[in-house]
């Protein structure tokens, strides 16, 4: 088997076209679940368990299904409701609402590892418990999770070929169609292999930059 440079160049059109829907589902996915996983992990602290039970039901449901029948539900049962969204935004909202019960998570360790006299000293203060939350309690959370939620941004990224499944072109999925087009499956495949170590790599670099600015 060779390689040929010429499928290469012929696959680059569709490449640029799948990489720009991967990151445009990882940015939002990734902004979805950091948000909603904030919500949940705040919510799991209230004060009365008519929250809390509800929550955490949903959270573990949605934490020990797999995001693969997640996005078959969300494209192909919800319309039968009424709920018609477009391929991409169903797979943006499926890794956003599946991810964010695992930064749930991450958040609600990073809060419990904030020291009690932070706590004791706010309300020494007096300070309002919103204000509380947002100067003192939030800030020093967020700066002990920035690591792990990198690595949940990372594993995202793996995850987006399986938009595939419900006709979102990301790069696995323009490298199939060129493939099946084509009959020539190495170089696409290993064009999309690459790129996905690439931006895995950056990814990863752009997060050790972030976690040392919140360290100083």
Not at 29 to 48: H, T, Y
Not at 99 to 120: F, H, N
């Amino acid at each position: 088997m060779t390689w040929d440079w010429n499928a290469v160049s012929d696959f680059m059109p569709q490449f640029w076209d799948g990489l720009l829907v991967t990151l445009q589902a990882l940015a939002l996915g990734s902004l979805i679940s950091f948000a909603l996983g904030l919500v949940w992990a705040l919510l799991m602290r209230a004060p009365s368990r008519f929250v809390r039970w509800p929550v955490g039901v949903v959270t573990e449901f949605v934490r020990n299904t797999p995001l693969l029948v997640q996005l078959f539900f969300l494209f192909y049962v919800l319309p039968e409701w009424g709920v018609t969204l477009s391929a991409l935004a169903t797979g943006v909202i499926g890794i956003g609402l599946h991810y964010s019960t695992y930064t749930m998570q991450v958040y609600r360790a990073g809060i419990e590892a904030v020291p009690p006299g932070q706590w004791e000293a706010a309300t020494a203060l007096n300070l309002p418990r919103v204000r509380t939350w947002q100067v003192v309690i939030l800030p020093q959370a967020i700066r002990r999770v920035v690591p792990a939620l990198g690595n949940y941004v990372i594993s995202m990224l793996k995850d987006t070929p399986m938009l595939m499944v419900i006709t979102v072109l990301e790069m696995l999925g323009e490298a199939r169609l060129f493939a099946q087009e084509h009959f020539q499956f190495t170089e696409p495949l290993t064009v999309i292999g690459v790129a996905f170590i690439v931006i895995s790599y950056l990814a990863s670099l752009l997060l050790r930059s972030l976690e040392r600015r919140l360290v100083r």
